[in-house]
């Protein structure tokens, strides 16, 4: 007689066997095992919606890109910035108010007693009504004399929009050289000179660095001085044919055409009557082995006096 042990079961309480690999005993009742929930093919069921709206979104970017060629319409900016305003200098009418100033110092930088009620008339015109119906003259008492020998924009500031001050370089027959602010206002195309310019102190003159030491070549200056006063002499005269012997090969050179005439004379030397000018030059030569040299460039010179 052969005893068989068992285990309870956790869940029914019936015995099983010892190691477990004999089938419950349910199972050969034919009991269908219960089947996992459905999970809509695998995902597949979200795929038409989202094709859909993707076809939606396309068709009305296509529509609308369509529209816009046909009723020619602009795409609003994206930059949510403001755009800058415009700075004042290029609402101001500057080209006009620097002309404005220059006729206007025509009329207020000459003057003489004799010609007071013209001169007042003339700067009528520049000047609004009801300054002209007090001062005139703008300024001037009528007595002396002043004239205008030549004037230049030397500037401009402007102030706003609508206001700006112009300063003119002058030449004056009695006060030499000036600077004249002219207060200037503009609206609209109109502009007026608003009151009495002021009388500005001009440029003064620079001092120059001192003057560096020049080593000089003996031999080359003796060389040049024999060569350089026919060159000189057809340069002036802008003799074309005579001056190419002088030129390094592959330079061009225009002369002077006759404006002046060249005359080589040393310190203490008797000089001619005529009015002369002495002019300094920054030239470039070259030494072509044959004894002589060859200009390879001239030009105006930015070396200060006692350097050359």
């Excluded at 690999?21 to 795929?47: E, I, N, V, Y």
């Excluded at 013209?118 to 002209?132: S, T, W």
């Excluded at 200056?221 to 190419?244: I, V």
Aim: net charge neutral.
């Amino acid at each position: 007689m052969v005893r068989r042990s068992g285990v309870a079961s956790l869940d029914s309480g019936t015995e099983s066997p010892e190691y477990g690999d004999a089938l419950p005993a349910s199972a050969g009742r034919g009991t269908p095992a219960a089947k996992p929930p459905w999970s809509g093919g695998g995902g597949r069921w979200l795929l038409w919606p989202m094709r859909i709206v993707l076809w939606v979104a396309i068709l009305v970017i296509g529509y609308r890109g369509v529209m816009a060629i046909i009723l020619n319409e602009t795409p609003a900016s994206t930059n949510s910035q403001a755009a800058a305003p415009a700075s004042p200098s290029s609402e101001f009418p500057v080209t006009v108010g620097e002309a404005y100033a220059l006729q206007f110092g025509q009329v207020y930088l000459n003057f003489s007693p004799d010609q007071a009620s013209q001169r007042a008339k003339q700067l009528a015109i520049f000047i609004p009504a009801n300054v002209a119906s007090v001062q005139p003259q703008l300024g001037w008492n009528g007595a002396g004399t002043m004239h205008l020998l030549s004037e230049q924009v030397a500037g401009i500031d402007v102030r706003s929009a609508n206001t700006a001050v112009v300063t003119v370089l002058a030449t004056v027959d009695n006060g030499g050289l000036i600077e004249l602010g002219v207060p200037l206002y503009a609206s609209g195309g109109a502009i007026v000179v608003t009151g009495q310019p002021a009388w500005l102190p001009a440029p003064p003159a620079a001092k120059p660095p001192a003057a560096q030491q020049v080593t000089s070549d003996e031999a080359a200056q003796t060389a040049l001085s024999s060569q350089l006063p026919a060159f000189f002499q057809a340069y002036a005269s802008g003799d074309q044919t005579t001056l190419n012997r002088y030129l390094a090969p592959g330079v061009s050179l225009t002369g002077l055409g006759g404006a002046v005439t060249f005359n080589w004379g040393l310190p203490g030397q008797d000089k001619p009557a005529s009015a002369q000018l002495a002019t300094t030059y920054d030239m470039s030569v070259v030494d072509q082995q044959s004894g002589k040299w060859y200009v390879k460039e001239i030009r105006a010179s930015t070396q200060p006096m006692g350097t050359q």
